[in-house]
């Protein structure tokens, strides 16, 4: 964006008022903070405004770290007002959610709720509630979540809210459940209805997440051509909006969706090109699928010699990952990559282990999943009696997730 120079004149002689987005725009290149051009800036409710709206940009850029900095000074001023505390504990929470401190952020919202209930503050309400159950379900605790989820909606149509961004989003998080529960067909009706929901007023991160899940919703019901398009159309936005983790994420569903089509050096280039985003900004968490999945192209390329460099890296980023979902998929290509090289009790050991994650997990999917490419290996292996017995642990494994 350019600032002419009539627009400064104007603003230096008090003749104009800059916007928010002008006046961020000025303190970037200034190299200042907003308040320091706000009078009395420990104090002024406009300086705590142009704080938290800052914050809040920080976030939609993908720089949670700074957004969490600015919420956490906004409320370590003394003096701040309680609606304005609460919401800054919304946007903190957010924070503490893109960088995967659920726990923390779980706290920080039951604190913000607390007050936004006592004080009848019906859409904070309603925000904080799908706050939280987005908490849980990236915790894994898809029933505590859809928990929060009915309480935001019912509380939002009781309140006859008319904010339709609020009503698309919590639609699209309770379309997750059925997605997570095995049940594609009601997830792509639930991510339709979020769009209905608000029309053409999406935002472009609220429109990216759905996208992303309607990808992965047609990936189950066998659709692949619609799932690689709605990935596509999500990869473009999360791109646009430089959200780094989100690209990578996209990258993975569709290089899985690419592996399953025998399609191995598309999907190999995805795997790969993710993990590269997300070593660029030390993200942890999603690093062990992107190289578990590199190994697994690799592996079914027959290059075994890279496919075992690639998941002994992936097995030990599980290590200092908090996605409890990555050991569990790496451990079954670990599995594949070890009976591979001959080693069938190394690759028995990644199996029952992975196996014994996805029953954690309470995941039928992945159970089925892990059970049926146990069975192609231990049948390879010779051992036909386990094999059958694990042919059968992954048919009943589908048929409890079959939607």
Do not use: C
Not at 77 to 84: G, L
Not at 255 to 274: P, T, V, Y
Request: charged content about 25%; proline content about 2%.
């Amino acid at each position: 964006m350019e600032l002419g120079l009539s627009l400064l004149n104007q603003v230096e002689l008090g003749r104009s008022r800059p916007s928010t987005r002008t006046l961020q725009i000025i303190a970037e290149r200034l190299g200042r903070p907003i308040e320091y051009f706000v009078q009395q800036p420990q104090s002024s409710a406009t300086a705590l405004e142009f704080q938290l709206a800052e914050a809040s940009t920080r976030l939609r850029r993908g720089d949670a770290e700074r957004g969490r900095e600015l919420a956490m000074q906004l409320l370590a001023r003394p003096q701040v007002a309680p609606e304005m505390r609460a919401r800054a504990q919304l946007v903190l929470a957010e924070a503490l959610l893109k960088l995967r401190l659920f726990t923390e952020a779980i706290e920080v919202i039951k604190k913000a709720i607390e007050a936004s209930e006592a004080s009848g503050w019906l859409t904070l309400s309603v925000d904080l509630y799908d706050r939280m159950g987005s908490a849980y379900y990236q915790l894994r605790m898809p029933h505590e979540a859809g928990r929060w989820w009915d309480r935001a909606i019912s509380a939002y149509e009781d309140a006859e809210l008319t904010d339709p961004l609020l009503k698309a989003r919590i639609l699209g998080h309770r379309a997750n459940l059925h997605y997570v529960a095995g049940q594609p067909r009601e997830a792509i009706a639930g991510y339709q209805a979020a769009i209905a929901a608000a029309e053409n007023v999406l935002d472009m991160q609220a429109l990216g997440g759905i996208y992303e899940g309607l990808g992965v919703s047609f990936q189950k019901t066998g659709d692949l051509t619609r799932a690689l398009e709605y990935a596509q159309r999500s990869l473009r936005l999360f791109e646009t909006l430089q959200d780094v983790r989100m690209s990578a994420q996209l990258r993975n569903n569709m290089a899985e969706i690419l592996l399953s089509q025998g399609r191995d050096d598309e999907a190999e280039d995805l795997f790969l090109a993710g993990a590269e985003q997300l070593r660029r900004v030390s993200d942890r968490d999603l690093l062990p699928h992107l190289l578990a999945g590199a190994a697994e192209a690799a592996l079914n390329r027959g290059e075994h010699v890279v496919a075992v460099t690639r998941i002994e890296a992936a097995l030990a980023a599980t290590k200092v990952s908090a996605d409890r979902l990555a050991e569990l998929v790496t451990r079954r290509v670990a599995g594949r990559v070890a009976a591979a090289a001959g080693d069938g009790a190394q690759a028995r050991a990644h199996f029952d282990r992975a196996l014994e994650l996805a029953e954690a997990l309470d995941s039928a999917m992945d159970t089925g999943r892990v059970a049926f490419d146990y069975a192609q290996v231990l049948e390879e292996l010779g051992d036909t009696t386990q094999a059958l017995i694990r042919y059968r642990q992954a048919y009943r494994a589908r048929q409890l997730a079959r939607p």
